[in-house]
């Protein structure tokens, strides 16, 4: 597959995917929302990838949106085809095996917070804004917004950020809970990279599974949620990363994990 709208830089088990298309501050056309789906199933199957980060190329934008150019010819018909093909990209993102880290640099607008929500965290920088202007273009968010939202920081504050289509600060969305780190732009890919490593020594599998019961459980009743922990729990005491990482805690030396 040939990416012209997403640059990969690729080290120790880390890829950065930067989205790249400064001429509409990233905005997410058919195009790239295709060269994301086929990026999230390449890294997937790639056993020497352990953590992806996305970013958005530039000083100004994460992702600004949909592209409402694009948007603005379509049909019904195509407007809902659309809509399907970006929540089918945020679940892909979403559901990935490995750990997604959004790295918002500037303006996540519409479709862009819905990106930065399909992944598994958000680091950001001072200069990000976030918001759902949608209803101030005769929408809604339809990449996955309304739901994502409303799980991460309740209804009713996903209410007024949807409502309003108001655009809030870094800061604010610290102090909601949407971000987990807030920092300095030019520290944002070095921050957000220092967390990556640190998990890339951790078993991959563990990791893998650990995401799969909260994400599965999220939609689960707690008591479904603990018998699933506790099956996958069992299964990792099948795994030769559970016998390293245990021999290496009682031998005093740091685990080496193979992620089998
Ligand atoms: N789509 C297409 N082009 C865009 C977008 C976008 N979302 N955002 C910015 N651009 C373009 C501008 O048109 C402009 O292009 P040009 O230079 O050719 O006129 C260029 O980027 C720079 O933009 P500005 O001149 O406006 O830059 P400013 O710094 O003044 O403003 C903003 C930056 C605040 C980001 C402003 O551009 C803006 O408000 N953009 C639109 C944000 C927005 O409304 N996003 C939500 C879009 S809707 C959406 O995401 C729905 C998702 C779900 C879809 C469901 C399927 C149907």
Redesign the pocket.
Known sequence: MEYKNILFESNDGITLMTINSP???N??NSEILGELEAACQQLDRDGSVKVVIITGAGE??FV????????SR?SSFE?AE??RK?QRVMTRINTMRKPVIAAVNG?A????L?LALACDFIYASEKARFGF??V??G?I???G?TQNLARLIGPSRANELIFSGR?ITAEQSFSWGIINVLCPPEELISRTLATAREITTKGSLGVAFAKDVILNGLNMAKEDGFRYEASLFGVLFTTEDQLEGMAAFMEKRTAVFQGK
Do not use: N, S
Not at 64 to 71: L, N, R, T, V, Y
């Open positions: 001429r509409t501050m905005a997410l100004k934008a600004a949106g949909a592209d409402i150019k694009e948007m379509m407007g659309f809509a970006g303006y607008l519409g479709g862009g819905e202007p949608e101030g273009l929408i968010p339809g990449f917004g655009m």
